[in-house]
T-cell receptor
Framework: NAGVTQTPKFQVLKTGQSMTLQCAQD?????MYWYRQDPGMGLRLIYY???????DKGEVPNGYNVSRLNKREFSLRLESAAPSQTSVYFC?????????????FGPGTRLTVL | DAKTTQPNSMESNEEEPVHLPCNHS???????IHWYRQLPSQGPEYVIH???SNVNNRMASLAIAEDRKSSTLILHRATLRDAAVYYC????????????FGDGTTLTVKP
């Protein structure tokens, strides 16, 4: 099993450009999450999807959109990138979005917005 | 939202026990205490979690104060591979979207 995979690993954008970060999991998990991690700080939840067909805002959703394409895939879109969105983005999945389920994280995408 | 407070950094000698503290004085009754760790240039990795009782697994032990306002992650014998940033997180089991990561403790293990 590959676990949680993310593409691309690195990306440089200019202010105002758009892009989509891709995430896929092969663990048959129901719930998926997008976090961002700024240098020297902890993770902050952007959006999550408790199950296929549903998405909800997390702590810092402004400037982002998400799509739960199917059970395996959860994408994060930046419509008009800003320098404040320079960060490392992590996707995670868990069997359920309730109780105490363990989250499994991908390796991250390092995004720089110039 | 409930917050967690951890020391910025700690040091340990290899093969000695390590106690990593976490304060969460505003914890709610529906918050589980999770610990994750993050090795350099990797995504976070689950370590352990608990609600009220102390917990043990193959990686670590979690000691939770009786009033639940603090907890301690215990690594029984630190190895060089345990050098990482350790995050104490509160996860509301009624609301999966509420998952508060603090800034973590950077653990350095000296040979």
């Amino acid at each position: 099993n590959a676990g949680v995979t993310q593409t691309p690993k690195f990306q440089v954008l200019k202010t105002g450009q758009s892009m989509t970060l891709q995430c896929a999991q092969d663990m048959n998990h129901n719930s998926m999450y997008w976090y961002r991690q700024d240098p020297g700080m902890g993770l902050r939840l952007i959006y999550y999807s408790a199950s296929e067909g549903t998405t909800d805002k997390g702590e810092v959703p402004n400037g982002y959109n998400v799509s739960r394409l199917n059970k395996r895939e959860f994408s994060l879109r930046l419509e008009s990138a800003a320098p404040s969105q320079t960060s490392v983005y992590f996707c995670a999945s868990s069997h359920r979005a309730v109780l105490t389920d363990t989250q499994y994280f991908g390796p991250g995408t390092r995004l720089t917005v110039l | 939202d409930a917050k967690t407070t951890q020391p910025n950094s700690m040091e340990s000698n290899e093969e000695e026990p390590v106690h990593l503290p976490c304060n969460h004085s505003t914890i709610s009754g529906t918050d589980y205490i999770h610990w994750y760790r993050q090795l350099p240039s990797q995504g976070p990795e689950y370590v352990i979690h608990g609600l009220t009782s102390n917990v043990n697994n193959r990686m670590a032990s979690l000691a939770i104060a009786e009033d639940r306002k603090s907890s301690t992650l215990i690594l029984h014998r630190a190895t060089l591979r345990d050098a990482a940033v350790y995050y104490c997180i509160l996860r509301d089991y009624t609301n999966a979207g509420k998952s508060t990561f603090g800034d973590g403790t950077t653990l350095t293990v000296k040979p």
